[in-house]
């Protein structure tokens, strides 16, 4: 979304993700209501690295705290006027937006795919020790890429979509700079002995 300050990335990609979750039924369980998307600066020039990160702030089974190493911890509670959050979505810029429109696309249907089918907070799980792409994430990307497809050919808004047509640069041209929601990711809190969360 275009404002006089620039253009909202944060607001852009949240509309793409609630319309995405409207149209395809395996993302029906998300309500990005409860989702804050977000963007951080990649700390490395090129496309190489990590494109966008899905922090839960629930634990296994949307549990609110979690014990490890002998103590008990919380995760930090994150609030956006009178929603609690479940997610934070967060993508690195400007390294995700020089990527090319596809790989923009899966890679946001990625990040929503980790999110539980229980929508409590936690991510979704599988079997085994990579129980966050399966025992394999090239499985993984290639289902995201069906999705992707499915996606285009229900014809969405083009305008929801014009952001990723392009790279950072052109993006930042057009529009003068780049805003949107930034937010540290939430700490894990210890708990005293004995006691637990609220």
């Known amino acids: 979304m275009t404002s006089r300050s620039g253009f909202d990335f944060t607001d852009a990609m949240t509309r793409l993700c609630q319309d995405v979750c409207h149209r395809l039924e395996v993302f029906q369980h998300i309500a990005m209501e409860q989702v804050a998307v977000t963007f951080a600066q990649a700390r490395t020039p090129g496309i190489y690295g990590v494109q966008a990160k899905l922090t839960p702030l629930r634990f ?6 979690t014990k490890k190493r002998g103590r008990t911890w919380s995760v930090q509670r994150v609030y956006l006027g009178r929603h609690e959050m479940l997610y934070l979505l967060t ?3 400007p390294r995700f937006q020089d990527n090319t429109f596809r790989e923009k696309m899966i890679t ?12 409590d907070g936690d991510i979704r799980r599988f079997g085994g020790r990579y129980h966050a792409h399966s025992s394999s994430q ?6 995201m890429d069906r999705y992707v497809d499915e996606y285009l050919q229900m014809a969405p808004p083009s ?38 969360s609220a």
């Open 138 to 143: 090239k499985e993984y990307d290639r289902l």
């Open 108 to 119: 946001v249907l990625h990040e929503l795919y980790h999110i539980s089918p229980k929508f």
């Open 60 to 65: 296994e089974n949307g549990s609110l705290t």
């Open 159 to 196: 305008q929801l979509m014009n952001f990723l047509q392009v790279d950072f640069q052109k993006l930042r041209q057009h529009h003068g700079k780049i805003i949107g929601r930034r937010m540290p990711i939430p700490k894990l809190i210890p708990l005293p002995q004995g006691k637990a």
């Open 91 to 93: 993508f690195y810029l």
